[in-house]
Nanobody
Framework: QVQLVESGGGWVQAGGSLRLSCAASGSIVSPNVMGWYRQAPGKQRELVALMNSGGNTNYADSVKGRFSISRDNAKNTVSLQMNSLKSEDTAVYYC?????????WGKGTLVTVSS
C-alpha cells in the first residue's frame, strides 16, 4: 500500500504561479507512474500531468506550456510547477501513484485562481 501526502495548494491571482509537491511512502516498487489529477466543482476528475519512473511525461492539452512536472525517484516525490495560472485551473489537485495496476490517491489540495 502506498500513502501520498500533498502540499503547496493555495490562492493566487490569475497569471501567478504555484508549486505542488507530493511525497509517497509505503510499499513502492519500480516501475511506477506518479502525477496529478484535478477536479473542479461540478466536473469529473481529469488528468493534469504524469511522469513515469523512466522520465516520460504526459500532459493535458490545457496545461501544456504552463505546467511542468518533475520527480525525484530516490525520494519518491513528485512536484508540479504551475505558471500562468488561469481561473479555469481552480480545482482540488490530487496526487496519484500507480504501480502494478493499482492506483493510490492523496487527499487533495485546493488551488484557487482569482481573476
Amino acid at each position: 500500500q502506498v500513502q501520498l501526502v500533498e502540499s503547496g495548494g493555495g490562492w493566487v491571482q490569475a497569471g501567478g504561479s504555484l508549486r505542488l509537491s507530493c511525497a509517497a511512502s509505503g510499499s513502492i516498487v519500480s516501475p511506477n507512474v506518479m502525477g496529478w489529477y484535478r477536479q473542479a466543482p461540478g466536473k469529473q476528475r481529469e488528468l493534469v500531468a504524469l511522469m513515469n519512473s523512466g522520465g516520460n511525461t504526459n500532459y493535458a492539452d490545457s496545461v501544456k506550456g504552463r505546467f511542468s512536472i518533475s520527480r525525484d525517484n530516490a525520494k519518491n516525490t513528485v512536484s508540479l510547477q504551475m505558471n500562468s495560472l488561469k481561473s479555469e485551473d481552480t480545482a482540488v489537485y490530487y496526487c496519484n501513484h500507480k504501480q502494478n495496476g493499482i492506483n493510490s490517491w492523496g487527499k487533495g489540495t485546493l488551488v484557487t485562481v482569482s481573476s
